[in-house]
Antibody, heavy 120, light 110 residues
Framework: EVQLVESGGGLVMPGGSLRLSCAASGFTFSSYSMNWVRQAPGKGLEWVSSISSSGDYIYYADSVKGRFTMSRDNAKNSLYLQMNSLRAEDTAVFYC?????????????WGQGTLVTVSS | QSALTQPASVSGSPGQSITISCTGTSSDVGRYNYVSWYQQHPGKAPKFMIYDVSNRPSGVSDRFSGSKSGNTASLTISGLQAEDEADYYCSSYRSSSTYVFGTGTKVTVL
């Protein structure tokens, strides 16, 4: 059974940093592109970032480019999102999601999400 | 990066069919056959419903179908059931290696 479990969310002050993690199990992690998608309270889904299976290619939404860094450790079956210079508008539930083969074809499995709150 | 446009809400009675539209541009929906659809119940993670415009992942009911014409993709739910009441989001690959979701549609079963 595919499982994705996010962690690392919490309350952080504007300008602060946070590192999210996603632990994957139930599939060959190193064979799949992975993604982060966020959802602000009461709002819609927003694509944040995607990473190829090897980690060689990483893509970001303009809203986070230069502030967020996505990475993965295939030996640990783990995905990460380093978030710096956080703003109030980054407040959201962050989901880790697996890609369907190519990263842009859709996201077939999702974690339950971790809440990030940016507030003073 | 502007979102794809969906109607805010769509409603129907049990047994009826409804269609949710998803309007993009020639840089996303109109150019690529990489449109996906997701169902999200309150407080839950999204569920993968449709990929590559019209394909259903295993386990998804055949009451759900997808299509595309020009810059607009559509999700049709036939034989509407109470459990279909949820938010629905489309998504698409967009030029320049980005990805975009729709604004979301709340489906109400009357």
């Amino acid at each position: 059974e595919v499982q994705l479990v996010e962690s690392g969310g919490g309350l952080v002050m504007p300008g602060g940093s946070l590192r999210l993690s996603c632990a994957a199990s139930g599939f060959t992690f190193s064979s799949y592109s992975m993604n982060w998608v966020r959802q602000a309270p009461g709002k819609g889904l927003e694509w944040v970032s995607s990473i190829s299976s090897s980690g060689d290619y990483i893509y970001y939404a303009d809203s986070v480019k230069g502030r967020f860094t996505m990475s993965r450790d295939n030996a640990k079956n783990s995905l990460y999102l380093q978030m710096n210079s956080l703003r109030a508008e980054d407040t959201a539930v962050f989901y880790c999601a697996r890609s369907l083969s190519n990263w842009y074809r859709g996201f077939d499995f999702w974690g339950q999400g971790t809440l990030v709150t940016v507030s003073s | 990066q502007s979102a794809l446009t969906q109607p805010a809400s769509v409603s129907g009675s049990p047994g009826q069919s409804i269609t949710i539209s998803c309007t993009g541009t020639s840089s996303d929906v109109g150019r690529y056959n990489y449109v996906s659809w997701y169902q999200q119940h309150p407080g839950k993670a999204p569920k993968f419903m449709i990929y590559d415009v019209s394909n259903r992942p295993s386990g998804v009911s055949d009451r759900f179908s997808g299509s595309k014409s020009g810059n607009t993709a559509s999700l049709t739910i036939s034989g509407l059931q109470a459990e279909d009441e949820a938010d629905y989001y489309c998504s698409s690959y967009r030029s320049s290696s980005t990805y975009v979701f729709g604004t979301g549609t709340k489906v109400t079963v009357l």
